[in-house]
T-cell receptor
Framework: DSGVTQTPKHLITATGQRVTLRCSPR?????VYWYQQSLDQGLQFLIQ???????AKGNILERFSAQQFPDLHSELNLSSLELGDSALYFC???????????????FGEGSRLTVL | AQKITQTQPGMFVQEKEAVTLDCTYD???????LFWYKQPSSGEMIFLIY??????QNATEGRYSLNFQKARKSANLVISASQLGDSAMYFC??????????FGSGTKLNVKP
């Protein structure tokens, strides 16, 4: 158990719909990351938050948005869903970086989204 | 620009043999961390091993070791005595400034009995 909790684990929805994925980071971790992994693909970085503020943005579509709340949990909102959005969405958390950049990413189990 | 390159999309290894998964990186950061993750078919991401850019000794964790060659910017993962349960996708990653992580495209390892 990594300590990162993601809900829901599985989600099936239709094209054009909107879904929200939720993530609770490990206790004490200030950084939250979202990744998308399509079938048999690598990890595509979507967005990173640090203590409630957006820190970095990757290849995140305009139809997608995210935020990190004061209690440090994060939500990823996916709207106007398309078939190609079907993927495994990971949330991960990490301690704040020190000078030597230790501190691995702890991944949740992922939310598997299927768009029909 | 920060980049992680894994040039082996797929590899086979015989059970009980050692295997090396390649990873090269590019960074202008002075301080960085290198990580390897395993993703079995069940999908979860499992942290395997970490190497800091200032660490002079190669990291080891059980059957996993990281062959760190800083001048060549390589951080290869060596798995000794492969087991069937090692069959999985393996990702190399780098952590740089501002807590940014960069992942390679992964190597799919198949261990043959």
């Amino acid at each position: 158990d990594s300590g990162v909790t993601q809900t829901p684990k599985h989600l099936i929805t239709a094209t054009g719909q909107r879904v929200t994925l939720r993530c609770s980071p490990r206790s004490g971790d200030l950084s939250v990351y979202w990744y998308q992994q399509s079938l048999d693909q690598g990890l595509q970085f979507l967005i990173q938050y640090y203590n409630g503020e957006e820190r970095a943005k990757g290849n995140i579509l305009e139809r997608f948005s995210a935020q990190q709340f004061p209690d440090l949990h994060s939500e990823l909102n996916l709207s106007s869903l398309e078939l190609g959005d079907s993927a495994l969405y990971f949330c991960a958390s990490s301690v704040a970086g020190d000078r030597r950049n230790t501190g691995e990413l702890f991944f949740g189990e992922g939310s598997r989204l299927t768009v029909l | 620009a920060q980049k992680i390159t894994q040039t082996q999309p797929g590899m086979f290894v015989q059970e009980k043999e050692a295997v090396t998964l390649d990873c090269t990186y590019d960074t202008s950061d002075q301080s960085y961390g290198l990580f390897w993750y395993k993703q079995p078919s069940s999908g979860e991401m499992i942290f395997l091993i970490y190497q800091g850019s200032y660490d002079e000794q190669n990291a080891t964790e059980g059957r996993y070791s990281l062959n760190f060659q800083k001048a060549r910017k390589s951080a290869n993962l060596v798995i000794s005595a492969s087991q069937l349960g090692d069959s999985a996708m393996y990702f190399c990653a780098m952590k740089g400034d501002f807590n940014k992580f960069y992942f390679g495209s992964g190597t799919k390892l198949n261990v043959k009995p």
